[in-house]
């Protein structure tokens, strides 16, 4: 099946610092790519599109510029969260769809746990 | 707007005892669902999935439902094992290159 990892699975910053967090397709290239956001005991929400070669989509209530996507080869998706905050601490989950014709299955990464001191 | 929901946040299960995890849905134009498998501290897992024209999918000791009239998902788990402790979710495919995720329902399986 398709793998798809991310990187670093689990950091811890200081207020105010910004992070990144990488999501790669590992045996598959991905045009697109999804960034979720889990709060803990509950489902994941969608918070973005990330396009290779264009601007990302972002869902209703996401700011596109505290949530900082760059998608820049068919298989690296990045999320950067500018300036976090407390409220900001969070697992997020990148995926991507197996096929480039078809967004339908989707495969997940293995997450990444920020927490915001 | 669409909604994906569970009837059950819990489950309990004894050991090699069938499972059944339930999945109500709203927007009747979706056409693929999918359900998943977290464990905690890791993405979700794909499991199973099946398209709006067919009722029933099977894959190794799982099984997914589909009734369209009522809009109705299940995955159903055979002999379930202490593994398969986790929580699932139902995902439904809006159409609009998203996933729409239900609430989550916690299996335990008491070994």
């Known amino acids: 099946g398709a793998v798809v990892s991310q990187h670093p699975s689990r950091v811890i910053c200081k207020s105010g610092t910004s992070v990144k967090i990488e999501c790669r397709s590992l045996?598959?290239?991905?045009?697109?790519m999804f960034w979720y956001r889990q709060f803990p005991k509950q489902s994941l929400m969608l918070m973005a599109t990330s396009n290779e070669g264009s601007k990302a989509t972002y869902e209703q209530g996401v700011e596109k510029d505290k949530f900082l996507i760059n998608h820049a080869s068919l298989t690296l998706s990045t999320l950067t969260v500018t300036s976090a905050h407390p409220e900001d601490s969070s697992f997020y989950i990148c995926s991507a769809p197996s096929d480039r014709r078809s967004t339908d299955t989707q495969y997940f990464g293995p997450g990444t746990r920020l927490t915001v001191l | 707007g669409e909604s994906v929901g569970l009837h059950l946040p819990t489950l309990s299960v004894q050991e090699g005892d069938n499972s059944i995890i339930n999945c109500a849905y709203s927007?009747?134009?979706?056409?693929?669902f999918i359900w998943y498998k977290q464990e905690s501290g890791k993405g979700p897992q794909f499991i199973i999935d099946i398209r709006s024209n067919m009722d029933k999918r099977q894959g190794q000791r799982v099984t997914v439902l589909l009734n369209k009239t009522v809009k109705h998902l299940s995955l159903q788990i055979a002999a379930t094992q202490p593994g398969d402790s986790a929580v699932y979710f139902c995902a439904e495919n809006t159409g609009a290159n998203n996933l729409f995720f239900g609430t989550g329902t916690r299996l335990t399986v008491i070994p």
């Open positions: 045996d598959f290239q991905a045009t697109t």
């Open positions: 927007n009747s134009a979706s056409d693929y």
